[in-house]
């Protein structure tokens, strides 16, 4: 044990992991009511699926924010939206009728992707502080067009919903990692795996793409837009980089029930200084879930939503022959070492932060920029898989 106990703590020396208050539980405040709290943010929600409504509920532990209207073109779930909202709350089955309130003062916007562009663009066109779920917008055109209007009036505040950004704990791990802790990074692989058809059931056939938009190409970019763009952001975030090049392939080859969009897709994306990092998403088995590893020549980040730990690289010696053809090897006993952050819950945290921006004038932890660059990599890697060739980032920009 004495032994154990000194390597871990070498290898914590070393890496800078103990001086740099990583394995400290920090204190995560929510906001400083000193300067906002006779003020209140007026806001939207324009979509009340399963995403809008899990926002909604947890905006009821932000203070600040005062929910006067919620937007949804599907009746049962605008219906749904009033068991969690307030007297004084309006109901809207067009989102521009609620963007004409000029009381309204941010939308959060949690619709399919194929519509998040022109809400987008109205909003902003309407004055109003947006919030918008990933992927920011279907195409890198789009994005294109929502930074330069959110540059052309700076005073809006626009976050994209890449919720993971907002966690200590990632955030930690991104300084561990651009500090050197871990040593250099060669790659980083990426998993987002589930057992299931991904399928919802719609009430009616005519409501089929409307609810199972998802699965069709025109409105969705299946697992890539859906899953896989939070790890894509999570490593452009981390390299500090845009991916160069993007190879890639999927397939539609075990749920054969007319989807559109592949039940399995595996993408590598080339990015500076030689890293590579891949990302599989699938939805036949479900072995590790989500989990992003993250290979340095000192140590291995094991990353779960939740958790992570480091497993120390170490150097394996030979001790014999075994069989009179192969040696047996002994490794050090160096054991894996826990990161230890607390977090409030990422989508809670980020929502914060939009509220901190709107009343405190802080910066957005996730920007359009941001937003325009992941969208821009989950386009490449789709494009590669339909066109089954290399993608190259300079074709979008």
Excluded at 199 to 208: G, L, N, T
Aim: aromatic fraction near 12%.
């Amino acid at each position: 044990m004495k032994k154990y106990n000194q390597n871990r703590r070498d290898f914590l020396k070393q890496s800078g992991l103990i001086s740099s208050g990583f394995f400290l539980d920090p204190t995560f405040h929510i906001i400083d009511n000193q300067e906002s709290k006779k003020e209140k943010i007026t806001l939207g929600v324009i979509g009340t699926g399963s995403r809008g409504l899990g926002l909604i509920k947890i905006l009821k532990n932000i203070p600040q924010f005062k929910l006067v209207a919620c937007c949804d073109i599907l009746p049962w779930r605008l219906e749904q939206s009033k068991k969690f909202s307030h007297p004084y709350t309006k109901f809207y089955d067009n989102y521009r009728f609620l963007l004409e309130d000029k009381t309204i003062d941010a939308v959060i916007i949690s619709t399919p992707l194929f519509s998040h562009y022109q809400i987008a663009l109205d909003a902003l066109i309407a004055g109003k502080h947006v919030y918008c779920e990933k992927t920011m917008t279907f195409d890198s055109s789009q994005a294109n067009q929502i930074v330069q209007k959110t540059k052309e009036n700076n005073e809006l505040v626009f976050q994209v919903g890449y919720q993971y950004r907002s966690s200590k704990l990632y955030q930690s791990i991104v300084e561990m990692v651009q500090n050197g802790s871990i040593g250099t990074v060669t790659g980083i692989n990426c998993q987002w795996n589930r057992n299931g058809d991904w399928r919802r059931v719609a009430p009616d056939a005519q409501y089929e793409k409307m609810v199972n938009w998802r699965m069709y190409k025109e409105y969705s970019r299946g697992l890539l837009g859906e899953l896989s763009s939070h790890q894509i952001d999570f490593v452009n975030w981390i390299t500090g980089k845009n991916p160069i090049k993007v190879i890639a392939t999927g397939g539609i080859d075990y749920w054969k029930d007319g989807r559109e969009t592949n039940d399995n897709i595996r993408a590598v994306f080339d990015y500076p200084n030689g890293i590579k990092a891949s990302f599989t998403c699938q939805t036949a088995n479900a072995y590790n879930g989500f989990q992003i590893l993250i290979f340095g020549d000192k140590a291995t980040i094991v990353m779960n939503q939740n958790s992570a730990y480091i497993h120390p690289e170490v150097q394996f010696k030979e001790y014999g022959i075994i069989d009179g053809v192969t040696s047996a090897t002994v490794s050090s006993d160096i054991a894996d070492i826990p990161v230890n952050i607390s977090s409030i819950e990422p989508t809670l945290a980020s929502l914060i932060n939009f509220t901190n921006c709107i009343l405190k004038g802080d910066n957005s932890i996730c920007t359009p920029d941001d937003g325009r660059n992941t969208t821009i990599a989950v386009q490449m890697a789709s494009d590669a898989i339909e066109e089954n060739r290399s993608v190259f980032w300079e074709e979008y920009n």
